[in-house]
């Protein structure tokens, strides 16, 4: 058991169920399109306090690239790592396979930030392109083929190029097996782990439901 200091903070803002997802008609929408709003009240414009102090900054550290250096946003999501590389004099482009998380992104930037909608373990996207730096920001874990994805990144790579990605520890982190606990007398927060080691499929179990079978 990892035991954990922590003030408990009440959640607030549970986003409503979703309608009238704003998909193409000629794609099914995603989980991630399913669960973009909600997704969007934790991240925002701009990220949460975990991404602007600790993640996106380590990242670009890590990337060692200079102003003017293309960087690929791999699972970008509404754009917030883009818009922070963007800042940063640094040319970023985006690539994710929700359209409505998509949508936010482009809302949201500006134009010379390039958005494409597609799977990143397709051997066709990006084809021919050459990348300075790739980044993949807490998303690894949410991708059930990941081979193909890791095969394209070597591809699009530039010599030398670096690929850094972040994800949610494979032990403390785990859907369902894993949860927060209050200690009432020692007024401590704990994380309990029930297993981890473990390769196992999860569905992404986010607020809110599309209906009473289906939900993300």
């Excluded at 994710?96 to 799977?119: C, F, P, W």
């Excluded at 972040?166 to 606990?181: E, S």
């Amino acid at each position: 058991v990892v035991i954990l200091k922590k003030k408990i903070v009440p959640r607030r803002n549970v986003a409503k169920p979703i309608k009238n997802i704003r998909t193409s008609s000629r794609r099914k929408p995603t989980l991630w399109d399913q669960a973009s709003r909600w997704y969007d009240s934790l991240v925002g414009m701009s990220g949460s306090d975990y991404h602007q102090t600790i993640v996106m900054p380590g990242v670009l550290k890590m990337l060692e690239l200079k102003p003017g250096r293309r960087v690929l946003d791999l699972a970008c999501g509404q754009g917030v790592f883009s818009r922070f590389l963007l800042e940063k004099k640094i040319k970023p482009e985006g690539l994710d396979s929700s359209e409505e998380l998509l949508r936010m992104a482009r809302s949201r930037s500006v134009k010379s930030i390039s958005y494409h909608l597609g799977n990143a373990g397709d051997a066709k996207i990006l084809n021919g392109q050459e990348i300075d730096g790739i980044a993949c920001l807490l998303a690894v874990q949410n991708i059930e083929k990941i081979e193909p994805v890791f095969k394209n990144v070597a591809r699009w790579l530039k010599p030398k190029g670096k690929f850094v990605m972040v994800l949610t520890h494979p032990c403390f982190r785990i859907p369902r097996q894993t949860h927060w606990g209050w200690d009432e007398g020692k007024k401590i927060e704990y994380r309990r782990v029930d297993r981890y080691a473990n390769e196992m499929k999860i569905p992404i179990l986010t607020p809110p439901f599309i209906d009473k079978v289906n939900f993300t």
